[in-house]
């Protein structure tokens, strides 16, 4: 998954919980045009991703580059 959708993902988490991408950007202390761009280029900071997140009720995680343990998380490993 990319930055861009990531970025894509938090606009969406806000908007589903009623808040304009204009908002958004205001609880985070980002001009609105920054969140904009960021949605093409996202050269913002790690800090200003999890806010972010965290203001679109979602929250980031980093998880093991590992095959199992994605199949083990999706519940896929052992199929039924």
Do not use: C
């Not at 009623?18 to 280029?41: D, M």
């Not at 913002?44 to 991703?49: C, D, G, K, N, R």
């Not at 980031?60 to 199929?79: C, H, M, R, W, Y």
């Amino acid at each position: 998954m990319s930055s861009t959708d990531l970025i894509s993902q938090i606009i969406a988490a806000a908007k589903a919980r009623g808040l304009s991408q204009g908002e958004l950007a205001a609880r985070v202390e980002i001009r609105p045009e920054t969140l904009s761009r960021a949605k093409k280029n996202p050269n913002i900071s790690l800090v200003t991703f999890e806010q972010l997140a965290r203001v679109a009720g979602l929250r980031l995680q980093l998880i093991p580059d590992n095959p199992v343990a994605e199949q083990v998380s999706k519940g896929t490993l052992f199929p039924s």
